[in-house]
C-alpha cells in the first residue's frame, strides 16, 4: 500500500502514524496517538508473546502478604500471569531499578543496579510489578480481567525532579499477551549504541524537553524518582488506570553544556547519508505549510536517514520512487518536539528525482529545546 504524501495543493494537516484523528489539532500528538491505541477495535487472534520469558519456575514471596479483600477480579477472575520470576525480583517486587546495562531478566543482578548516573552515559531500567498490567487494572477496578482491553495497554512514565512532576508517555509497546502476563519488563533512557530498542527513551527525552523548559534541570545533581502506571480501556469503552504499579529513584548529574545539537546522546541522531540541506529546507517548508500544532513552531529538519529506499516496479525493475527519514523539530513554550516523517522524491528517468514532499503520518517525539540552538 502506498503512503500518503503532502502535495503543493492536498492535505490539510499533518495525522499520527496508523491513525485517523482528524479534528484534533494542538492536541499532544503522543496523547492522540496513545487514544486510538487505547480504544479496542475488533478482537483478532492473540499473537505469540515476546521473546523475554522467566528463566524459571515462580518463586514464593519473601514474606507472606496480607489477606486481600474479594472482588470480581480475585475471586477468579485473573489471567495467570508470570508471578515472580527470581530472587532479585522478589526483592524489587513493585520496583523501578536502574541499570548502566542492558539487561535480561535472568542476567540482572542486584550488583547491577545502580543509583548514580551521569547525562548522556548509558542508563537503563526494568519495571518489577506484582502483577501484570491486565491484571492490576482489573483488581484496581474490580472487574474481571477478561474485560480489559489487553491489547491497548499503555504506560505513563511520572517523574518527580525539583519539586515539580511530569507525566510523560512511553511509546505503546507490546502485544495482548504480554500484557496479561508480563510482571516484569525492561527499558532504557540514554542507548548510546542503539543496539536494542526498549521503551523509555521517548518517555525519558520527554522529560528532558519539559524539565528544562520550565528550569528544574539545571547543570548541577538532581534527585528523580520514577513511576511506572499503566491505563487500558474495557472492552465496552471507558478508560481504565491502576495508579503506580512500580516505582524507584535515582540521582543524575546534569553536566554543563550537554544540551546542543550534535550531542547524539540527547539530542538525537544528525543527518544521515541521504540527507542534503536541499531535501532538508523542502521538508521543513512544506511541515509549515500543513502545521496545526498552534503551541508549536516548526524551526528546523534534519534528514536522518542512511540511505534512499528505493521503490521499482516489479515487471521492469524501473525505479517509481525513493524515501528517506526526515525530522521535522519544533519550539513550544513549555517544551521542544521532534516528528520523524518520511520524505519521498518521484522518479524523473535518466537516473535523476524530482523533488518530493513529506509524509502524512509521523512518528512523534520529544527533545530537549537546548538542542535546537
Given at each position: 500500500m502506498r503512503k500518503g504524501w503532502i502535495a503543493a495543493a492536498a492535505l490539510g494537516c499533518i495525522a499520527v502514524t496508523g491513525s485517523a484523528v482528524a479534528g484534533a489539532a494542538?492536541?499532544?500528538?503522543?496523547?492522540?496517538?496513545?487514544?486510538?491505541?487505547?480504544?479496542?477495535?475488533?478482537p483478532a487472534p492473540s499473537s505469540s508473546p515476546s521473546p523475554e520469558r522467566?528463566?524459571?519456575?515462580?518463586?514464593?514471596?519473601?514474606?507472606?502478604?496480607?489477606?486481600?479483600?474479594?472482588?470480581a477480579a480475585s475471586a477468579g477472575g485473573l489471567f495467570p500471569d508470570q508471578g515472580v520470576?527470581?530472587?532479585?525480583?522478589?526483592?524489587?517486587?513493585?520496583?523501578?531499578?536502574?541499570?548502566?546495562?542492558?539487561?535480561?531478566?535472568?542476567?540482572?543482578?542486584?550488583?547491577?543496579?545502580?543509583?548514580?548516573?551521569?547525562?548522556?552515559?548509558?542508563?537503563?531500567?526494568?519495571?518489577?510489578?506484582?502483577?501484570?498490567?491486565?491484571?492490576?487494572?482489573?483488581?484496581?477496578?474490580?472487574?474481571?480481567?477478561?474485560?480489559?482491553?489487553?491489547?491497548?495497554?499503555?504506560?505513563?512514565?511520572?517523574?518527580?525532579v525539583g519539586g515539580q512532576?511530569?507525566?510523560?508517555?512511553?511509546?505503546?509497546?507490546?502485544?495482548?499477551?504480554?500484557?496479561?502476563?508480563?510482571?516484569?519488563?525492561?527499558?532504557?533512557f540514554v542507548n548510546p549504541g542503539n543496539a536494542q530498542l526498549t521503551p523509555g527513551t521517548d518517555a525519558f527525552l520527554e522529560l528532558l524537553s519539559r524539565a528544562?523548559?520550565?528550569?528544574?534541570?539545571?547543570?548541577?545533581?538532581?534527585?528523580?524518582?520514577?513511576?511506572?502506571?499503566p491505563f487500558a480501556n474495557t472492552e465496552a469503552g471507558g478508560k481504565l488506570t491502576a495508579g503506580t504499579?512500580?516505582?524507584?529513584?535515582?540521582?543524575?548529574?546534569?553536566?554543563?553544556?550537554?544540551?546542543?545539537?550534535?550531542?547524539?546522546?540527547?539530542?538525537?541522531?544528525?543527518r544521515g547519508g541521504a540527507g542534503t540541506a536541499a531535501t532538508e529546507a523542502r521538508a521543513l517548508s512544506e511541515a509549515k505549510r500543513y502545521w496545526d500544532w498552534p503551541d508549536l513552531t516548526p524551526v528546523k529538519a534534519v534528514a536522518t536517514g542512511s540511505q534512499w529506499k528505493i521503490t521499482v516496479n516489479e515487471l521492469t525493475s524501473i525505479p517509481i520512487e525513493r524515501e528517506t527519514d526526515v525530522t521535522i523539530y519544533s519550539r513550544?513554550?513549555?517544551?521542544?518536539?521532534?516528528?520523524?516523517?518520511?520524505?519521498?522524491?518521484?522518479?524523473?528517468?535518466?537516473?535523476?528525482?524530482?523533488?518530493?514532499?513529506?509524509?502524512?503520518n509521523f512518528t512523534p517525539g520529544y527533545i530537549p529545546c537546548g538542542c535546537l540552538d
Open positions: 494542538g492536541q499532544d500528538p503522543f496523547k492522540r496517538l496513545r487514544d486510538v491505541v487505547g480504544k479496542p477495535t475488533t522467566p528463566t524459571r519456575r515462580p518463586l514464593p514471596a519473601p514474606t507472606a502478604a496480607a489477606a486481600k479483600p474479594a472482588t520470576h527470581n530472587p532479585v525480583h522478589a526483592a524489587h517486587q513493585s520496583q523501578i531499578v536502574f541499570t548502566r546495562r542492558d539487561l535480561g531478566i535472568g542476567a540482572i543482578t542486584e550488583a547491577d543496579i545502580a543509583s548514580d548516573f551521569t547525562l548522556g552515559e548509558p542508563m537503563y531500567f526494568r519495571v518489577f510489578t506484582e502483577r501484570s498490567a491486565a491484571n492490576a487494572l482489573a483488581l484496581a477496578n474490580n472487574m474481571p480481567a477478561k474485560d480489559v482491553y489487553a491489547d491497548g495497554v499503555y504506560y505513563t512514565a511520572r517523574f518527580t512532576s511530569f507525566d510523560t508517555g512511553i511509546f505503546p509497546w507490546g502485544n495482548r499477551k504480554d500484557h496479561e502476563t508480563w510482571t516484569t519488563w525492561r527499558g532504557q528544562t523548559a520550565a528550569g528544574v534541570l539545571a547543570p548541577g545533581k538532581h534527585a528523580l524518582t520514577m513511576e511506572v502506571i504499579v512500580a516505582k524507584g529513584s535515582f540521582n543524575l548529574t546534569v553536566p554543563p553544556g550537554i544540551f546542543k545539537a550534535g550531542n547524539k546522546a540527547v539530542c538525537g541522531p544528525g513550544g513554550a513549555k517544551f521542544c518536539a521532534a516528528h520523524r516523517h518520511t520524505v519521498t522524491e518521484k522518479y524523473a528517468g535518466g537516473g535523476t528525482y524530482a523533488p518530493g514532499g513529506i509524509s502524512v
